[in-house]
T-cell receptor, first 116, second 112 residues
Framework: GENVEQHPSTLSVQEGDSAVIKCTYS??????FPWYKQELGKRPQLIID?????GEKKDQRIAVTLNKTAKHFSLHITETQPEDSAVYFC???????????????FGTGTLLAVQP | DGGITQSPKYLFRKEGQNVTLSCEQN?????MYWYRQDPGQGLRLIYY???????QKGDIAEGYSVSREKKESFPLTVTSAQKNPTAFYLC???????????FGSGTRLTVV
């Protein structure tokens, strides 16, 4: 089955700096990789996702890159702001997305603290 | 709650009691999931359901039960067999191929 590892577990940056969170996965057949942001006491919210037919996707200050050969994908946040402080989770499908067994395996999370 | 509603927001359980957490969605999603989150921890899958009248155990199903009688509803019962139920419970749904999960706002369960 799929195994997802996420690093680092905590990350502290100064406001305006960039932050990078990396995840590795084990199943080379995985083809969908979402990132979720969870603020304290709230639900996780999807912030960006990428499919295996592209190598990079951007949405304003957030980007995700995918290296299928190395089986890792990363979240990049530029020009960080205090409101970016949260826990970020990556995920990968247990089976190719949309297959008969269809659930996401989540990383253990990264606590991002943006210092003003 | 973006189309998926969990209730109650806070729930207190006495020792030996069964309690049921509600999860309702109006997104017409086929798949629904229950996760448990302990303080400072990640998401652990309890049960999931791909279609009505069918569900599968996740990684930590012991002490929990579910039903899926309607597409819109996926209630979770925390039984007295679950010895450490205090946690934040999240319900999620997924609408189809190439879509991520939509999470409910969660239920915080505390044993008193």
């Amino acid at each position: 089955g799929e195994n997802v590892e996420q690093h680092p577990s905590t990350l502290s940056v100064q406001e305006g700096d960039s932050a990078v969170i990396k995840c590795t996965y084990s199943d080379s057949a995985s083809n969908y990789f979402p990132w979720y942001k969870q603020e304290l006491g709230k639900r996780p919210q999807l912030i960006i996702d990428i499919r295996s037919n592209v190598g990079e996707k951007k949405d304003q200050r957030i980007a995700v890159t995918l290296n299928k050969t190395a089986k890792h994908f990363s979240l990049h946040i530029t020009e960080t702001q205090p409101e970016d402080s949260a826990v970020y989770f990556c995920a990968a499908p247990q089976t190719p997305y949309g297959g008969a067994t269809n659930k996401l395996i989540f990383g253990t999370g990264t606590l991002l603290a943006v210092q003003p | 709650d973006g189309g998926i509603t969990q209730s109650p927001k806070y729930l207190f359980r006495k020792e030996g009691q069964n309690v049921t957490l509600s999860c309702e969605q109006n997104l017409n999603h086929d798949a629904m999931y229950w996760y448990r989150q302990d303080p400072g921890q990640g998401l652990r899958l309890i049960y999931y359901s791909q279609i009505v009248n069918d569900f599968q155990k996740g990684d930590i199903a012991e002490g929990y039960s579910v039903s899926r009688e309607k597409k819109e509803s996926f209630p979770l019962t925390v039984t007295s067999a679950q010895k450490n139920p205090t946690a934040f419970y999240l319900c999620a749904s997924r609408g189809g191929v190439n879509y991520g999960y939509t999470f409910g706002s969660g239920t915080r369960l505390t044993v008193v």
